[in-house]
């Protein structure tokens, strides 16, 4: 349309350009003929007639001239428009402002409806973006039209592959054997190249061409589904053992063992040993549950580490005495944290002397603390027999335990780390373990500091 239009214009414009010119030429020579014979009233007549259609024909050429030089303007202030200059085309008083006009209102309507459509593009894009569910669109080639970053961070993909083939960019058996031969609400779950479990779910278009692929990250969601199930499987072991124990010792008292002075002192001491270790799982699990709801109250204010550290060591020695392990304190004179004093004192108890439990016989614990950045990391190290790499990530999971036999002849619950993990992450810090060199563990905990003053001044008091 564009193609013809011009060019058929152009064309009438040329031959009645040329008609007027050749009428012109006619009008001319009648009148040079006319003259020739002037004598004659017929031969001035024709001369004034012959002029008079010369006249015409001159006016009709500048006519003719100044319209086609207006269509020029038009059809370039219209090529202007459609190419996104100007938005409107000035009137300039003539025949063809009424054509101008209607260029001008189909204008604003394409304006207006670009403006639209790049809104809800705009819209679009921030949805997406958004989501945290991956959304990767196909056409009928199963080639990808439409992926957000959350599909490119599940499937590990560096770029945009818009335009490439589902099966060039996804590695998935699962996924690859769903899109192919999925019908619509088929699921698959699979694990990634980034090692993301995963399930996605194949729609189709509403176009009726190509797939709709929504996947969801169930990484987190498997993962505490795991913790849960061992957590009701630990439980109900931690209290069946206790429980069994004092089951049994009961009954042999019951049946004559009270009368037998050879057991029933030992019955008794397992009766209390036992009993005890309840109480603590109850309380720990009580503790647990306050923190998990959150009614475990934190009154946040600074506190010297040092003097916490110390309080620390002082409530685990009789402890560590008995195993004749050293404790040393390496904290810097000055250094405050921003804690609640009762929780930072049980976290600290928790690691000092769950590293004296795990120290060799006569070795070594050193609790220090630094400044770093806007944060106080406080550590207990002890040269026990470390943590392989493979349980750091869950030690601080409720009755995980390394080596369960040794933990409980150690008398843990195997709720103290969790505890621990719960009151920092409620103090706004964080908890972790490293491996220590040559042997052995290092917890640290990390907490916020109030302010940025401190001294460095080191102290040691061995246990």
Same mark, same amino acid.
């Given at each position: 349309m564009r193609a013809g239009g011009p060019a058929s214009s152009a064309g009438a414009s040329r031959a009645s350009r040329w008609f007027v010119i050749a009428a012109a030429v006619i009008a001319v020579v009648a009148a040079v003929l006319a003259l020739h014979d002037a004598a004659t009233t017929r031969a001035r007549g024709e001369m004034v007639i012959a002029l008079g259609f010369g006249a015409v024909a001159v006016v009709g050429l500048a006519a003719a001239r100044?319209?086609?030089?207006?269509?020029?303007?038009l059809a370039r202030a219209a090529t202007e428009v459609t190419a996104g200059g100007p938005r409107r085309i000035a009137e300039a008083g003539g025949e063809l402002d009424p054509v101008a006009r209607l260029i001008n209102r189909m204008a604003d309507d394409a304006a207006r409806t670009l403006e639209a459509l790049r809104g809800e593009r705009d819209l679009l894009g921030s949805v997406l973006d958004s989501m945290t569910q991956g959304v990767i669109a196909l056409d009928g080639d199963h080639r990808i039209t439409l992926i957000n970053p959350a599909a490119r961070r599940i499937f590990a993909l560096p770029g945009v592959p818009i335009g490439e083939r589902f099966a060039d960019q996804v590695a998935v058996p699962e996924a690859l054997a769903l899109v192919a031969d999925g019908r619509p609400d088929d699921t698959a779950e699979f694990t990634t190249a980034a090692n993301v479990r995963a399930v996605a779910r194949i729609t189709a278009q509403r176009s009726g061409e190509g797939r709709l692929v929504v996947v969801d990250d169930v990484t987190a969601i498997r993962r505490l589904e795991t913790i849960r199930r061992d957590f009701i499987a630990n439980v109900s072991h931690e209290l069946r053992t206790p429980v069994s124990v004092i089951r049994a010792n009961a009954e042999t008292l019951q049946g004559g063992g009270k009368d037998d002075p050879r057991f029933a002192d030992r019955l008794i001491d397992g009766l209390h040993r036992n009993a005890e270790r309840l109480a603590r799982i109850i309380a720990d699990l009580l503790d647990l549950s306050r923190l998990d709801a959150g009614h475990y109250r934190l009154d946040r204010q600074p506190v010297d580490v040092a003097t916490a550290a @110390?309080? @620390? +060591? @002082?409530?685990?020695?009789?402890?560590? *005495?008995?195993? @004749? *392990?050293?404790? *040393?304190?390496? +904290?810097?004179a000055g250094i405050t944290a921003l804690a609640d004093p009762k929780a930072l004192d049980q976290v600290l108890v928790n690691l000092i002397d769950n590293a004296v439990k795990y120290a060799p016989p006569s070795g070594r614990v050193t609790v220090r603390a630094a400044v770093r950045d806007d944060r106080v990391r406080i550590e207990v190290a002890d040269d026990g027999p470390g943590i392989a790499p493979v349980h750091r990530d869950r030690?601080?999971?409720?009755?995980?335990?390394v080596d369960p036999g040794r933990s409980r002849d150690q008398g843990g619950t195997g709720l103290g780390l969790s505890i621990v993990k719960h009151l920092a992450e409620s103090m706004g810090g964080s908890v972790g373990v490293d491996g220590n060199r040559p042997t052995g563990s290092v917890f640290w905990c990390l907490l916020p500091r109030p302010g940025l003053d401190s001294r460095t001044v080191a102290t040691a008091s061995p246990s």
């Open positions: 100044r319209s086609q030089r207006a269509l020029h303007s @110390a309080q @620390a +060591v @002082a409530a685990v020695e009789s402890n560590a *005495t008995a195993r @004749a *392990t050293s404790i *040393t304190i390496e +904290v810097p030690i601080f999971e409720r009755f995980y335990r």
